[in-house]
């Protein structure tokens, strides 16, 4: 339910948004993130959810990338392709760690540019500290869930409280993403 409201959030955040096309990758990331906790929390179903959240970090990577830097249409599709295909295949397989994989590489293509891009893009610090607290966020799934697949480790089952003090500040934080905030004047400085 929170994702709902944060996903509402990204868009009516269209109103307060100086860059569109900023402020369209956003709404579809956390559509996507939508998609994918409908898939994870609610079913319970790993593989889909994580294919759904490779299409989050898809459309975050190709929003840090600056306006004059801009991918051309037949990039973006390409991008979106490679992610459609590798996670039709992996679905098939029913191997979610080959899919997680394919998942922290897109998340670790992600967290780069907007560290490289950060002094141009909007936001960029906030965007940050919201797919820092993110990557927590999955590192604490990642633990939670290690007892599943390898059968010990049972006290990373406490963790799971964790996920849920990452997760919603990062999405949070990353819903607020798009919104232009005005500077406070200094009363010193001349008007």
């Known amino acids: 339910m929170y994702i ?36 994870l929390i609610l079913h319970n179903d790993h593989a889909p959810g994580i294919a759904v959240f490779c299409l989050t970090h898809v459309c975050y990577a190709l ?9 051309n249409g037949r990039a973006v599709l390409f991008a979106f392709t490679c992610v459609a295909v590798i996670a039709a295949v992996l679905l098939t397989l029913d191997n979610a760690i080959a899919l997680a994989g394919v998942y922290a590489s897109l998340f670790a293509v992600n967290l780069g540019l907007n560290f490289k891009f950060r002094r141009v893009n909007h936001n960029a ?18 633990l939670y869930n ?12 406490r963790v799971y409280p964790a996920i849920w003090l990452f997760y919603l500040p990062a999405q949070t ?3 607020l993403s798009a919104i232009t905030y005005h500077k406070r004047r200094n009363r010193h400085e001349p008007q």
Do not use: Q
């Open 4 to 39: 709902l409201l944060c996903f509402c959030i990204a868009v009516g955040s269209y109103f307060l948004a100086k860059n569109k096309r900023d402020w369209a990758w956003l709404a579809g990331g956390m559509a996507f993130t939508a998609g994918a906790d409908f898939f």
């Open 173 to 175: 934080l990353l819903a």
């Open 125 to 142: 610090w906030l965007i940050i500290a919201g797919l820092i607290l993110f990557a927590l966020c999955d590192i604490t799934v990642a």
């Open 63 to 71: 929003r840090a990338i600056p306006e004059h830097r801009k991918p």
């Open 146 to 157: 290690i007892p599943n697949y390898l059968g010990v480790l049972l006290w990373l089952r």
